[in-house]
T-cell receptor
Framework: GDSVTQMEGPVTLSEEAFLTINCTYT??????LFWYVQYPGEGLQLLLK?????DKGSNKGFEATYRKETTSFHLEKGSVQVSDSAVYFC??????????????FGKGTLLTVNP | GAVVSQHPSWVICKSGTSVKIECRSL??????MFWYRQFPKQSLMLMAT?????????EQGVEKDKFLINHASLTLSTLTVTSAHPEDSSFYIC???????????FGSGTRLTVV
């Protein structure tokens, strides 16, 4: 079945540091890839997505590129802010070609940014 | 578009009682609804898939007699936690199916605490 592996946290950075959160996946077919963010006490929000190989998703300074050759979708941001502190989830859908495209999530990475 | 309303957003109940969680699609018809739960500091795990007008499909290890899912219409899916126990305390969230490329709009989630 489909699976998503993302780097274990927690990740603690100082403000303005560079962020990378690694994510690799296993899937048959051609999945769509997503990064979701969960701020403390809130539900999940879509951060960015990519639907085919070499696509780059971007939003709020975050970027991730769909790399089919390495089955990866690493999340990056050049300069993090305290307000970026949250849990980040990598996810995929549509990989197994099943109907209705259920989401498969990674375990999540807690990011804490200190001032 | 693709607005999902889930309520209650939080609920505290006594052990042994039942709790119903509703998930409504406000501006589209959801043939399929995925129900996930998230234990503290863990990822979202798929519990079951509900399809309008038919029986839900449960993931391995999820008790179908305990977590009753009803999807009687294209705009409403419900999850009832029967005879809740403290170990059922979790964050439950609904996600409509069939939107691989567009990303997903989540319900806001329901935080259930069983005391």
């Amino acid at each position: 079945g489909d699976s998503v592996t993302q780097m274990e946290g927690p990740v603690t950075l100082s403000e303005e540091a560079f962020l990378t959160i690694n994510c690799t996946y296993t899937a048959t077919g051609y999945p769509s890839l997503f990064w979701y963010v969960q701020y403390p006490g809130e539900g999940l929000q879509l951060l960015l997505k990519a639907t085919k190989a070499d696509d780059k998703g971007s939003n709020k300074g975050f970027e991730a590129t769909y790399r089919k050759e390495t089955t990866s979708f690493h999340l990056e941001k050049g300069s993090v802010q305290v307000s970026d502190s949250a849990v980040y989830f990598c996810a995929l859908s549509g990989g197994s070609g099943g109907s209705n495209y259920k989401l498969t999530f990674g375990k999540g990475t807690l990011l804490t940014v200190n001032p | 578009g693709a607005v999902v309303s889930q309520h209650p957003s939080w609920v505290i109940c006594k052990s042994g009682t039942s709790v119903k969680i509703e998930c409504r699609s406000l501006d589209f018809q959801a043939t399929t609804m995925f129900w996930y739960r998230q234990f503290p500091k863990q990822s979202l795990m798929l519990m079951a898939t509900s399809n309008e007008g038919s029986k839900a499909t449960y993931e391995q290890g999820v008790e179908k007699d305990k977590f009753l899912i009803n999807h009687a219409s294209l705009t409403l899916s419900t999850l009832t936690v029967t005879s809740a126990h403290p170990e059922d305390s979790s964050f439950y969230i609904c996600i409509p199916g069939g939107r691989a490329e567009g990303g997903y709009t989540f319900g806001s989630g329901t935080r259930l605490t069983v005391v």
